[in-house]
């Protein structure tokens, strides 16, 4: 297959982006997204150009390093997959693909599709966990949780926070990533003590890393490889007004 | 130098309780005084780091990636053992032991491993306590599957997606000392020196990915929690990051590399489809619990696997292991569907691939049952390879997915070289040759968790350390080295990418030290890397060949080329 690439180029954090077009020859269907970048910039390395950098590493779906917007779609066409996940199988021959970073104030450009998202590492420190020491834990079967509140635990806990959520997002909210945390631990008896300062916390954080707030078109679990539900965003909001006046 | 593995004395069972008592403490306010600077942030490294800050000390903590939520630990699907024994088929701090050093071919050491059953059980209580959302019963109690190898039901899960959750877990608690201060975190930076000072470690140097500038870490006490080395064989399960040299570079400063050689190769990976691939996928082997691995008894027999017949099929494992079927342990399993493979009863497209077959236990539970349990690992499938699992057998093949090898540590984990420490899976110690399966996770956990916080307090306690800055000379020296070494791969200017030099020496590392070794293959092997990696650093030279006498070999010398003045490209007369 061969394909028109129209890829975002910058250099660093404080210059000024443009696309670039480049051609990709001769690739397999079965390649994932990142081999055909793999393919390009060897090409790119043999010329002596500056190859295109994006982020990636595990290229199973799961660490969420990688996250391309292309043409128009976090992590591209398919549902529920990532952009390593992604086969050149689901694009036509001759397709021109536009290959853009995550867009969000919050998730400022590093280098051309590489962006910052330690504002989501910051969300979680502001109190996205248990409060619990090394050592100082009971027994784990002393609290049984139902069968099915634990698989809801899971649902949300499933997030690989790559931030297609908010790249998606027309607000730029994280709600969707912040949800998902909040929601399992609200699930969990365990995540009851600290619930009420949890929630505030990291709406505070939030707010603060410029993440915009949810208006309910819920293109981000559309687009969330992991298919995380909204219903969390209910729950967190939830959580959030009961911390305010119980 | 004579290896001193500092095994306690006593009986197996109380020697960890006797060590613990009898290695000095850091007085609880003196902790702050030290500082610890932990490299890496997988399961053991953020459980290591958190753990330490818990404790008061200050905690320097480094990964490769943006965030230490991304480390590979996140990728092991299966699950976690303990010996809860809550499915009362008996089992046993004394059982997981006696497994895992047969597990290991008796080639690990017995008090490590006797010591990382105890503790098992308290990380599943520490993981619930953080919120990690393992499988449970109906009554709201924790299940246990069986899994890799193991007769009894120990293994703990969080659907196909166990790692996640425990790193995720880790990663809350680490997040929530980075939060308190006590942890200083800095991501994007790659280790590329260790400092030794006076025959003790005393911190790293570091490359800062996003300027390029090298940056100096100074510590007490260094910890490298980097992972494995798997990646020299290119075609890996391994991330892409995972690069092997943090450990590399301590072992050039003089830390022991133990046992190279255990390589683990993991038997249910998605087979190899052609050359543009970058990594291998695997599969959780919890697949094997209820999936039937066969071959067509036909050599070379191409028909679809629906069109043959039940008494066509050799079911292999099951034929030669009565007792453990499907789940023998990995090394055998993946010896085995080389040989079958290898005698031309492979299938697929490459000959390279056995199948995994759920069509039995769809039929007993229903494909719900068993979308259920497997649900994203047959989606995976899918996408990979555009076959549907549910209605024709999955294709596996062994695939390197573990090193057991790695740094040597004694008892307390500390290298040859003094107040370095290496955890997980970057050092050699509790798995002998072949790690059994839900037992990476676990020694993570522990050593990070359970074991570190508490030897390291020891050399700690007992050590003087002189006041060192960033400008001392052992750092200096080291900044200009890796400076240089830059510079000088960076001039190169070679026909080749690193990857498709990579590629090559994970071929050459494939064929001749891979699931099966000999000597010849090996010294092949010796010769072929040198050549590779001169190609790599000596792209021009001048070919001075030297006669040898008549009948011998002519022997070549090299006088290696530099550019100043003429930048070499590729000639062009356009």
Redesign the interface.
Known sequence: MNFTLKIWRQHDRNSKGKFVEYKASDISPDMSFLEMLDAVNRDLAKKNEDIIAFDHDCREGICGSCGLYISGRAHGPQRGVTTCELRMRHFHDGETIVVEPWRAKAFPVIKDLIVDRTAFDRVIQSGGYISVDTGSTPEASSIPIPKANAEEAMDAAACIGCGACVAVCKNSSAMLFMSAKVSQLALLPQGHAERKIRVQRMVHQMDKEGFGHCSNTYACEQECPKKISVAHITRMNREFIRAAFW | MVLNSKIPEGPIQQKWDNHRFNIKLVNAANKRKYTIVVVGTGLAGS?AA??LA?LGYNVISLCY????????S??AQGGINAP?N?KNDGDSIWRLFYDTVKGGDYRAREANVYRLAQVS??I???????????????????DNRSFGGAQVSRTFY??G?TG??LL?GA???L??Q??SGRVKFF?RREMLDLIVIEGQARGILARNM?TGALESYIGDAVVLATGGYGNTFYLA?M???SNGTAIWKAHKKGAFFGNPCFTQIHPTCIPL??D????L??MSESLRNDGRIWVPKKAGDKRNPKDIPEEERDYYLERLYPSFGNLVPRDVASRRAKEMCDKGFGVGSTGLAVYLDFADTIKRNGKEWVEEKYGNLF??YH??T?ENAYETPMRIYPAVHYTMGGLWVDYNLMTTIPGLYVIGEANFSDHGANRLGASALMQGLADG??VI?YTIGDYLASTKFPQIKPDHPAFKEAERNIQELIKKLLSI?G?Q?V??IHKRLGKVMYDHCGMARNEAGLKKALQLIPQLREEFEKFAYVAAWEYKGNGLNWELHKEPLAFEYVKP??RSYK
């Open positions: 459980s958190a753990s818990e990636h943006e965030s230490p939520r991304r480390a590979h996140i990728a809860k809550y059980g308290n599943i209580d520490q993981c619930v306590a953080q919120g990690v959302p393992f499988g449970r019963e109906y009554g709201g109690l924790l969080a659907r997606q996640q959750q995720l990663y809350g608690a997040s929530r980075i939060n991501g996003e399960t991330a892409k990051y489809s052609s543009y691939q970058s990594k996928t695997l989606d995976m996408e990979i555009a968790y359970f916080p200017k026909k990418t990857d498709e490209s590729t």
